[in-house]
């Protein structure tokens, strides 16, 4: 079945540091990528998402770009904020099935 | 802004209890579903439903059922609790098209 590999962490950074966070995937078709946030103490929300390969999705100063050829979605952040602090998610998505969803990348970002 | 709702923050049960969850969204949409969340493993599907009183099976629907009476609500149910039950469940709710969730805030049942 499609599955998702992300890097666990926590990663820790200092704030206005640069943010890296893996995200491969193997999945049948072609999914639409996702990037979901969950920031303390909330349920997961929507951060971006792109539908094809090379398409780059886009909120909140994150990015992260199709990579069709080497199944990947990487999340990017040019300088972290404390209030970034969350766990984020990577999910592979097939119209009419159902998400699929990493284990999630903890993110601290100190002050 | 769609609301989801969670009726339990926190909730300890003892094994062997039947436990409900509760979850109510108000943006009339067609699709709900129920996951658990556990270190390391991400997210899971339990059970979900596209339509009032029907439901399907997700990855882990093993020692769970649900109920759909009623478009805005849908219940998880724990017919016996066990202690490796315990974890974060997680409600959300989509449009038919399934692209888009909306998660409420988890409950964090404890079985003891």
């Known amino acids: 079945g499609d599955s998702v590999t992300q890097m666990e962490g926590p990663v820790t950074l200092s704030e206005e540091a640069f943010l890296t966070i893996n995200c491969t995937y193997t999945a049948t078709g072609y999914p639409s990528l996702f990037w979901y946030v969950q920031y303390p103490g909330e349920g997961l929300q929507l951060l971006l998402k792109a539908t094809k390969a090379d398409d780059k999705g886009s909120n909140k100063g994150f990015e992260a770009t199709y990579r069709k050829e080497t199944t990947s979605f990487h999340l990017e952040k040019g300088s972290v904020q404390v209030s970034d602090s969350a766990v984020y998610f990577c999910a592979p998505y097939n119209y009419g099935q159902n998400f699929v969803f990493g284990p999630g990348t903890r993110l601290s970002v100190l002050p | 802004d769609v609301k989801v709702t969670q009726s339990s923050r926190y909730l300890v049960k003892r094994t062997g209890e039947k436990v409900f969850l509760e979850c109510v969204q108000d943006m009339d949409h067609e699709n709900m579903f129920w996951y658990r969340q556990d270190p390391g493993l991400g997210l899971r599907l339990i059970y979900f439903?596209?339509?009032?009183?029907?439901?399907e099976k997700g990855d882990i629907p093993e020692g769970y059922s649900v109920s759909r009476e009623k478009k805005e609500r849908f219940s998880l149910i724990l017919e016996s609790a066990s202690t490796n039950q315990t974890s974060m469940y997680l409600c959300?709710?989509?449009?038919?098209?399934?692209?888009?969730?909306?998660f409420g805030s988890g409950t964090q049942l404890s079985v003891l």
């Open positions: 439903s596209y339509d009032v009183k029907m439901k």
């Open positions: 959300a709710s989509s449009f038919r098209g399934r692209e888009k969730l909306f």
